[in-house]
């Protein structure tokens, strides 16, 4: 299927400042990322990603997951885990039979009416500090707004009933794109991996699930087109970073200052009238310009040491962006076998700290400053990156990093 333009509006005219600013560079070789080519996609229809192993991984979020002796993989663990992501799983299977997998394969589908009474909004700055104020009510802990932009938006989404391509399930004339921030819990992501700490990656799937409806039907109560989105649609990455919620990360997530690399992304297309974050650059690639702690505990070696660059490992690559890139095909492959989603990457970054406590705030800006040597071997000295194991969870042992 050849690369159509998404629907919707133009780029807005600062997409080039913005960029700068979020640190974004693409190359001649730019291509729209089509969803089918999606490392979790392919390891349905491509035979080059699917395996037992994989089949095995999806099969243990149903009923039938094969708990095993090991410490965070017995049947309470896959019990807590899959209880965790039920609501989202009840979204993204309710038209799984008309080959929309809603929230991951396609947007979700709106549960209410636009109002043919349509709000007026004469002061768009007022309407996002609202926007931001009634997200925080539905339950998200961080929201930014940013402008609509073409590259991101997939070049095709995809059908689940046999994985082909199909055009992208997005209306016309959309102009805003609400980036919602969800905070993973702190203790359960000690215990990656184990198919525990997975309960923190489906509770927060579940919360966005249920905060995006909201937010997009008040919208959508206000005469306005919204489109609540998960995985599904485009990358929420660059929008995140865009909306101004933080900077992108050697371990491929996005480091903010509430939460460092702790949380999950949601997002929401509209037109309703609303004005813009700026990207904010905190500091945080010159700190992963002298730490690899990420990839060296990478078990399967599928994150990038070295400078950002625009070599895609493989076809689950973006092309055409210079950035720290990771082997999917690898990365998949070992959560594959663990029948659980793998974040050693996101526990071991020195950023994944409780920014609630004085002493990481205090720690936090000395990373983002000159004394960033400083900083990492800090945190080297602390034990905040060990494992916590998961019978010290479950009995309530969780560290206090
Ligand atoms: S999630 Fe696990 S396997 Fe994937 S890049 Fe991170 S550490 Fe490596
Ligand atoms: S572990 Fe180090 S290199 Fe990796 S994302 Fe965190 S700060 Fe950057």
Not at 9 to 31: C, K, M, R, S
Request: glycine share 6%; proline share 7%; hydrophobic share 40%.
């Amino acid at each position: 299927m050849p690369n159509p333009p998404a629907p919707g509006h133009n780029n807005p005219p600062d997409t080039a400042a913005q960029d700068a600013l979020a640190g974004i560079v693409t190359t001649g070789e730019f291509t729209r990322f089509r969803q089918r080519d999606d490392v979790f996609t392919r390891a349905f229809w491509d035979d080059s990603v699917r395996s037992r192993h994989s089949d095995g991984f999806f099969a243990s979020y149903r009923a039938d997951a094969a708990p095993r002796k090991g410490e965070g993989f017995q049947q309470k663990d896959f019990a807590l885990r899959n209880a965790a992501w039920l609501v989202s799983d009840i979204i993204s299977n309710r038209s799984a039979h008309e080959g929309v997998r809603e929230g991951f394969q396609a947007p979700i589908r709106a549960d209410t009416p636009v109002s043919p009474h349509r709000a007026e909004v004469d002061d768009p700055a007022r309407m996002a500090t609202e926007i931001k104020r009634i997200a925080r009510f539905f339950g998200a802990d961080l929201c930014g707004i940013t402008g609509f932009d073409n590259r991101w938006i997939y070049a095709s989404q995809v059908d689940v009933r046999d994985f082909s391509e199909a055009p992208v399930d997005l209306p016309e004339g959309m102009t805003s794109v609400i980036v919602l921030g969800h905070q993973m819990d702190a203790p359960l992501v000690q215990t990656y991996p184990s198919a525990l700490a997975g309960a923190a990656t489906g509770r927060e799937y579940s919360h966005e699930a249920a905060i995006v409806i909201q937010l997009a039907a008040f919208i959508r109560n206000m005469g306005y087109n919204a489109v609540p989105s998960m995985n599904d649609t485009g990358l929420v990455i660059p929008y995140a970073i865009k909306a101004g919620l933080g900077e992108y990360a050697r371990n491929q997530l996005v480091i903010t200052p509430e939460f460092g690399p702790r949380l999950r992304f949601s997002k929401i297309f509209t037109d309703l009238p609303l004005t813009h974050d700026q990207p904010k650059p905190l500091g945080v690639k010159a700190v992963c310009d002298i730490c690899t702690r990420c990839a060296d505990a990478c078990p399967v070696k599928a994150l990038p040491f070295g400078r950002p660059s625009d070599e895609a490992p493989n076809r689950s690559a973006i092309k055409g962006v210079v950035k720290w890139t990771s082997d999917a095909e690898k990365c998949f492959g070992y959560w594959a076998k663990l029948a659980s989603d793998c974040a050693i990457c996101l526990r071991v970054c020195p950023f994944n700290r409780d920014y609630s406590k004085r002493s990481n705030r205090l720690w936090l800006k000395l990373a983002l400053s000159p004394w960033r040597k400083l900083a990492l071997w800090w945190d080297d000295k602390s034990k905040r990156a060990a494992r916590l194991k998961p019978r010290d969870w479950w009995a309530g042992r969780a560290r206090g990093d």
